[in-house]
């Protein structure tokens, strides 16, 4: 029976990309060997990459036949979708208001990802450190980025 | 040979003990001391999340400071392991063995003690060696022409990639990938744009901070969440007095700490086997040359001193080939590199003559910082241990923040924020999927450069591939590479028949596992 292997995702992905490479660099000269254009590079790694995926998934076709498990055991949707809010967070609050409002969101946000974390307790560590974030980076390091503002600009 | 040595080393020290570097300089050990002491955190998250902020500091004063981290980590790392049993850092995954127990026996101290002897020696031995070595290894390195840069380099990245943690054909898979990661951008040459999918920002290639901060921040993070790791700090109660070991313990641990030193040095100097390497190989000759291996295991102090010598002196020995030839053995090293890149200094066998400052005030630092370390290991071992009880649960926000504000400093550029978080994205879906994200780095810091040679070296041999094996020196880079790729192979091929026939046998000693929230290294 055909059984799910980790490696077969492995490989495919390693070909996947491969692809993407090797298909992309044909759009630029790819050249000689002796005079070699911009396109052979990325041609050549891609074809390799494609090689390296098949070599991952050939070799765990005769290993042990256990189903494998690619996520985690326990899903923490709620967490990988928190740490992945605060930079998108620090990005929108950053544009439109500011270092203070972008890593208050940022930090905040990214706190409450842990199972064990209050709102409150996430409230608290986000002050403390946006305070700590404006003094060291507005104040002492002098990073060009407003402190507080209003709009796109 | 000895004078000049002690000229240019005078020389370094001057450099180093300039106040502005000096301060760098214990600033970097302390803070990587810091972070080798916490779970969660290792000298490679947090030279990324420091890079960006040596963007605006002098060079010297840079690499004095992110060297620093590194090798101050490894102090902190082992008193995780000693003290709590918590293999954090692979290097010192294998000092819990006995480490631990001795912990447990009351005699932790000594054990610390004995750990901060074998890290000064170790390193110390380190350090000479890089001082005599590097420069006939430049001159050597001064011959080369671009067949020889190139295997060399091809040496390097088959040996980071293979030897590293993993299976090595997911090594050797990430390497790649580093490799093209590297290519996005303009063609050197051409200055045609590659691989950017038509995104203007891509134009000037993907920012090593953004591919650092994702891979070993981010994945990292959505790694290590909810996982709590047990901390128990029954037995940490270790006062300064305890410290000092005793007469017996010390005249045990003198002669594996000399040999770990020994061990340590070679491994340093074989591309790719860092000091996670050195410290199982060095425990593994421990045991098996002892009179009575049944104590190991079970709290012999040999088995504390040994690794950790191994290790320091692989740390340091890991700069050599990094300083000299530009060829980095792995990732930190690579990222080390990266460093130097950013303000614009071109690493390679030319690196000593044009920026003697760099290098020698580099040496002289690794022994104002090894000396700092010891002195401010010993009384602040409790402050490092309260920080322990720092839950990840406020770590990883407050890294998050540093990582997008770093990612943004770096070009005051919101995209490479983004860029950083698909970038750590695809590095947790390769997380699952088995692959150790490590060698990417490796492969993107000498992508570059690895191109513009071969493509020198085609040009100059007019398409002749064979220029790389009928230049003697060039040969042998290639033909150590098939006998790393030949090993490998046969390992791979007796592992199979074993598989067939029963359980695997286990080459290295069985260490710990590490714990969910180990830092990729």
Known sequence: MFKIKKDYYAGGLMILLGLIAAIEGQNYNIGTLRQMGPGFFPVALGVLLIFLGLLIAGTSLGTSDEEEHILPERLEWKGWFCIIAGPALFIIFGKLGGLVPATFACVFVAALGDRSTTVKGALILAAGVTVFGVVLFSYLLKMPMPVLKWGLS | MIETALADLTYGFGVA???????????GVLVGNMVGVLPGMGPLATISILLPLTFGMKPVAAILM???IYYGGQYGGAICSILLN?????PHAVTCLDGYPLTKQGKGGTALGITVISSFVGASWGITEMIFLAPVLVQVALQFGPAEVCSLMLLGLLAGSTLARGSPLKGIAMTVLGLLIGLVGADLETGVPRLSFGILELYDGVEIVALALGLFGIAEFMKSINQEIKIDLKYSNVRVRDMWPSGPDLKQSILPMFRGTLIGSLCALIPGTGPTIASFVSYATEKKISKNPGKFGTGAIEGVACPEASTHSSVQGDFIPTMSLGIPGDTTMALLLGALMIQGIVPGPQ???QHPDIFWGLIASFWVGNIALVILNVPMIGLWVKLLTVPYKYLYPSALFFVCIGVYGANNDMFQVGETMVIGIFGYILLLLGFHP?????????????EENFRRAMLISRGDLGVFVERPISA???GLCCVLIGAQVFLWLRRMRKSAKGPVDEIVPQ????PATSPAE
């Open chain 2, 17 to 27: 003990l300039e106040p502005h570097n000096l301060m760098w300089c214990i600033v």
């Open chain 2, 66 to 68: 992110l060297a620093g």
């Open chain 2, 86 to 90: 918590l293999p954090c850092h692979p």
């Open chain 2, 351 to 353: 690196l000593i003559s």
């Open chain 2, 438 to 450: 490590a060698p990417v780095l490796l492969g993107f810091v000498l992508g570059p450069r690895f």
């Open chain 2, 476 to 478: 042998i880079f290639i």
């Open chain 2, 511 to 514: 260490a710990p596992q590490p």
